[in-house]
């Protein structure tokens, strides 16, 4: 299928500059366990990026990958986190990337306000970009995307009704950790 057609369908395209194809490796290494070049490079090209090997090792190098062990003890490619911790993690499982951004949201939460499929949260300023890399590395499917300023925070839920929805989830989540 072409990228025209998979467009077509309602998937993202996919820009193919080195930027987009950086981020999309990090995704990938922060998702699934990637064991060698050649799965990652078949994971690029099943989301239409298609790489050489010399490319995708430059890649890596630039992103600062290394093979570390996983809990299973099989090794895997990592890179270091955004933000302050710059250690090397391998990928969070779904019930430590919720707690995390349960901690990080009882933090800095402040006020979560929702309009159709917006939803604006405050935090403390300078903390609007934490907070939205958290929700980020959460992957939760019903929102689409995030915008952070200095201290505000906006999410634009799936669903065109939704706002309401993810705001009250927001808000639930960052109260269990109070």
């Known amino acids: 299928m072409s990228q025209a057609q998979e467009n077509e369908q309602g ?5 193919q500059t080195r930027t987009a194809r950086h981020r999309r490796i990090v995704d990938i290494l922060n998702r699934l366990p990637v064991r060698s070049q050649s799965q990652l490079a078949k994971l690029l090209a099943d989301d239409g990026l298609h790489v050489t090997q010399a490319t995708l090792s430059r890649d890596l190098d630039e992103l600062g990958a290394v093979k570390i062990r996983n809990t299973g003890g099989e090794l895997i490619y990592a ?3 955004e933000g302050g911790f710059r250690t090397p993690q391998a990928p ?3 019930s430590a990337k919720e707690e995390r951004l349960k901690r ?3 933090e800095l939460l402040i006020s979560a306000e929702a309009s159709a499929n917006l939803v604006v949260l405050r935090t403390p300023p300078g903390a609007a970009q934490f907070l ?3 929700i980020d590395q959460a992957e ?6 995030t915008i952070a300023g200095d201290d505000t925070v906006m999410l634009i839920s799936r669903d065109p ?4 929805a993810l705001a009250d989830h927001m808000l ?3 109260q269990n950790d109070r």
């Open 11 to 15: 998937s993202p395209s996919v820009p």
């Open 172 to 174: 639930r989540l960052a």
């Open 92 to 94: 969070l499982g779904e």
């Open 140 to 145: 939760l499917h019903v929102i689409l995307g």
């Open 161 to 164: 009704a939704g706002g309401q």
């Open 132 to 134: 939205a890399s958290a």
């Open 104 to 106: 990080i949201a009882g």
């Open 79 to 81: 890179v270091p986190s």
